[in-house]
Each structure stands twice: as structure tokens, then as C-alpha cells.
């Protein structure tokens, strides 16, 4: 899936630890952990909320679409005991899963699809394509 937007990618809005405390839980050793990225759009920008190791997944969402803080903030992608990104390539956003971070980054480039800037090129178009990661996050279970 992708979010459409022709925008630079702005505010990333992550959360700073991979534990969380007071109130907001704290994972189990032996149990599933869950993460979810949520974004939204703030005028030209995105906005991302990026939450991990909760021990449900409606408590990893709240608190990514917390994080997110904007009004049209959704859901991008939900995982559990392993690693997610996103990539954005010229504005679009993308998603990927894998055992490890550098996994689900190459997931996410990877649905991004082709380089397109060969053929904009020799349609006349001088903006380059690029894409890159976004945000990306593996639970504390991760392989």
C-alpha cells in the first residue's frame, strides 16, 4: 500500500525508548511483542508515529496514532515479534516486513518498485528519482 503525497518527507515523530513505562506497559520476556507505524500529513510534510515491544497490538496502534499527532493520522503497518520500515520515494510511501531492520528496509525499497528516473529522463523530466528510508523499528524479539 502507499500514501500518496508529492511532499518532502518532515517531522518523524518516533519514540525515543523500546521499553515503555507508566501506564503505557512494558513487554513480557517470553511473550509476543507487537509495533505499529501510524502517519498523517501536516500540511507538506508527514508526520510518523512509530511505537514498539507492546504487549497488544490495539496498544501499540494507540500509541503509534499518540505519537503520529495529527488529525488525518492511520495506521501504515502493524508486526509482531520482528522489524517494519517505510520508504518513501518521491513522496510516496511504502512498506516493508522482515526478521531484521536491514530486512524490512530492503522489503520497503523493494515495493517501491524500479527506479523510474531512466525513463523520466528520456521523457524530458530533469528531477531524479530517489528513494529512501523513512522510519524503521524491530521489536526487542527480533531475529
Known amino acids: 500500500m502507499s500514501l500518496t503525497r508529492k511532499a518532502a518527507l518532515g517531522l518523524v515523530a518516533s519514540t525515543t525508548a523500546a521499553m515503555f513505562v507508566g501506564g503505557m506497559g512494558t513487554a513480557h520476556a517470553a511473550g509476543d511483542l507487537y509495533g505499529s507505524m501510524a502517519v498523517g500529513i501536516d500540511g507538506d510534510y508527514y508526520s510518523i ?27 501504515k503497518i502493524r508486526w509482531v515479534n520482528g522489524c517494519a520500515a517505510l520508504a518513501n520515494r518521491d513522496g510516496t510511501l511504502y512498506t516493508g516486513l522482515g526478521r531484521t531492520k536491514a530486512m524490512a528496509e530492503a522489503n520497503a525499497i523493494a515495493a517501491s518498485g524500479p527506479d523510474p528516473s531512466p525513463l523520466l529522463v528520456s ?3 530533469s528531477e531524479p ?15
Do not use: F
Not at 507492546?54 to 488525518?72: K, R, T
Open 49 to 75: 508515529g512509530t511505537t514498539w515491544n507492546y504487549e497488544d497490538q490495539g496498544g501499540a496502534d494507540a500509541a503509534a496514532l499518540e505519537q503520529c499527532g495529527v488529525p488525518s493520522c492511520y495506521v
Open 123 to 125: 521523457l524530458g523530466s
Open 129 to 143: 528519482s530517489s528513494v529512501h528510508i523513512a522510519d524503521s523499528q524491530c521489536t526487542g524479539n527480533a531475529g
